[in-house]
């Protein structure tokens, strides 16, 4: 292996490891805040006991994310300084509202709600959780808006005196055509993600047998998160249609690849499986639903679709051959077809077997019904465990489908690369990172495991803080 595949191996686990804790971090802040408006609506003491035991497992997911998160931003000047410097002019101002503004307003008011539960009134409390939701999507939007413009680059010019790309126009780039649907898909993908664990976690601890007094408390729980994960599963549904219209305008390759799709079709059947040629040239085997990819590529029942072998034959023309070409960056701007057409299916397929799964859960509960068999925690489980790799599966798709391009278009991966880093010191980032980031897995796990067993703590009813807030003299308290 060169620096090149070290590097892509290296950045690929950072992310994927990461983006296990963004879906739930952004998600878990909108329910922990609608659980504490019900608990200040109704005062029925079930949602304040709710609102703490969630917002404890929000916490260590939020600490663990925050941590990796950081490490994904250094490798830009560690292990791809040529792309940070092609870049940086485009690149650099999302990121840095990102982290000047968002992540600011997230920690800020996170503080105000973790410490503020007997400083601050009632409705002043929540709110500082909602804030934390609205630093969440803002951080959200800064990052895709920068994911985005690798997708399709817009807003910029090419500076051949400096070998740069600079920035012309930042709401081009704000309001890219593929931020615009990247955006909603991802975060409902969230709000999937953390409906999915709400149920996942409550099934768990309904079935437990030292925790039977509670059913009530956690039946009430899985029928939330089942709602919350159906209603924005069906929008991910929805998002993901449009998302795919869009990918086939501004990069049919990826789409091609994701289907398997050789050659132009018009109209184009969907692929349910397909078996090619280990060079990714010719279709050997295919099980195919006509018509179907032209509408969902196109909108149109009847509408071309363009193949792998067209599509490499015009790129070749438009950006000539790409000297020492490897496999995983061919030099034909084709990506590892086997990798973009099943991550794409597994995207899916653990997206609708949410879905399907919450709506059988609100149906096993329904009118107050209480489910006994022992399955019924199991598969409960199965559900977050689902939303989180769906939505890993996902951003392989994305980023895997766009190779071998790092900004489509303009520069190729290897193009990417720091010329100046030794295999050895690729190697030892590596290894270092990947046993790090080993540790705080085995730290997420047991922490959420721990804190998850032992369940909601009982009911206590907090302070009736003034409008003025407390005595300011009293010292802080750590409500976890």
């Known amino acids: 292996m060169d620096v090149l595949d070290i590097a892509r191996w290296q950045f690929g686990i950072i992310t994927v490891y990461h983006f296990l804790f963004v879906p739930l971090t952004i998600g878990l802040t909108a329910v922990i805040a609608v659980l504490e408006t019900a608990w200040l609506r109704t005062r029925k003491p079930e949602y304040l006991r709710l609102t703490k035991f969630f917002g404890r497992l929000f916490l260590i997911n939020f600490a663990i994310g925050v941590v990796t998160g950081i490490v994904q931003e250094f490798q830009f000047g560690m292990n791809w300084s040529d792309y940070s410097r092609f870049v940086g002019d485009i690149f650099g101002a999302p990121l840095a509202v990102e982290g000047l503004l968002a992540f600011f307003l997230e920690s800020t008011f996170l503080g105000l709600w973790i410490f503020g539960w007997d400083r601050l009134p009632g409705k002043v409390h929540n709110l500082m959780m909602y804030l934390v939701h609205l630093g969440t999507l803002a951080s959200a939007w800064f990052i895709l808006a920068a994911n985005s413009w690798m997708q399709h680059p817009v807003g910029y010019r090419y500076n051949p005196d400096t070998g740069r790309a600079e920035l012309t126009d930042f709401w081009a780039v704000m309001f890219n055509k593929v931020q615009l649907i990247t955006f909603p898909h991802v975060v409902l993908s969230a709000y999937m993600t953390a409906g999915a664990f709400v149920l996942g976690v409550a099934a768990y601890l309904y079935v437990k047998k030292d925790k039977q007094h509670d059913q009530p408390l956690y039946l009430k729980a899985i029928r939330i998160g089942a709602w919350v994960a159906l209603i924005s599963g069906l929008g991910v549904a929805f998002t993901g249609d449009v998302q795919g219209k869009v990918m086939t305008d501004v990069q049919p390759m990826k789409m091609a690849a994701a289907e398997g799709l050789f050659d132009t079709e018009q109209p184009a059947s969907f692929s349910i499986l397909t078996i090619g040629t280990p060079d990714g040239q010719t279709e050997r085997f295919a099980i195919k639903i006509p018509n179907l990819l032209s509408f969902l590529a196109t909108g149109d029942w009847n509408g071309e679709v363009k193949g792998i072998n067209q599509l490499r034959e015009q790129y070749l023309q438009e950006f000539g ?155 802080m308290a750590f409500a976890y």
């Open 321 to 475: 051959q790409d000297p020492g070409a490897t496999y995983y960056d061919p030099g034909d701007y084709t990506p590892v077809i086997p990798v973009t057409y099943w991550s794409f299916r597994f995207m899916m397929g653990l997206g609708f077997f949410v879905a399907g799964g919450a709506i059988l859960i609100l149906w096993l509960t329904r009118r107050g019904r209480t489910p006994t068999s022992r399955w019924f925690g199991a598969f409960g489980i199965s559900l977050p465990v689902a939303a989180v790799l769906a939505s890993s599966w996902g951003w392989l798709f994305t980023e895997m489908g766009r190779q071998p391009w790092v900004v489509f278009g303009l520069m190729t991966t290897r193009n990417g690369v720091s010329p100046g880093v030794a295999t050895y010191e690729a190697w030892i980032s590596l290894i270092l990172l990947t046993v790090l980031y080993a540790v705080l897995a085995v730290v997420e796990i047991g922490l959420l495991a721990k804190y998850i067993k032992r369940g909601a703590d009982p009911f206590e009813e907090p302070p009736d803080v003034p409008l003025g807030g407390s005595d300011e003299d009293a010292p």
